[in-house]
């Protein structure tokens, strides 16, 4: 993690409680991330702005930056195509601030990029939900 990183003194509020099991299923209260989840494991492949905001929500609601980060490297290696390559690594390092500038201190984030809902409009968000969930139907 890069100098400016997700450890550094923030005031966390309380995890959202969610399990692992929940993560992997994609059983959040959030139905984006649900669908990238969703995405991820019919194809293993998501959608890069999703692959940011997926990471960036996890690191938001587990307990710790250290949870987080194995939470995520954990999926991302077992669920994406390129999951154990060197490039995904820096992917999943990218979210807890290596090769990123600092950015004003956040609750939970520290000095690291947050991404929230707003993000999405950068696209169709809604149709990206209604196209994974036919690519997960088409799965079954």
Excluded: C
């Excluded at 949870?67 to 979210?95: M, P, Q």
């Excluded at 990123?100 to 169709?124: A, C």
């Amino acid at each position: 993690m890069g100098a400016q990183d997700a450890r550094q003194p923030a005031r966390r509020p309380t995890p959202i409680p969610l399990t692992g099991a929940q993560l992997e299923a994609g059983e959040t209260h959030d139905r984006y991330w649900n669908a990238a989840m969703k995405e991820m494991r019919a194809t293993g492949y998501m959608h890069n702005h999703m692959r940011m905001y997926w990471g960036k929500k996890i690191l938001e609601w587990l307990p710790t930056p250290e949870e987080a980060f194995e939470t995520v490297l954990r999926l991302n290696n077992r669920y994406f195509l390129d999951g154990r390559d060197a490039n995904s690594f820096a992917n999943v390092a990218w979210l807890f601030g290596l090769h990123d500038r600092p950015w004003g201190p956040r609750n939970v984030f520290g000095n690291v990029r947050s991404m929230g809902q707003n993000s999405l409009r950068k696209f169709d968000a809604d149709a990206y939900v209604r196209t994974v969930e036919r690519l997960a139907r088409a799965e079954i």
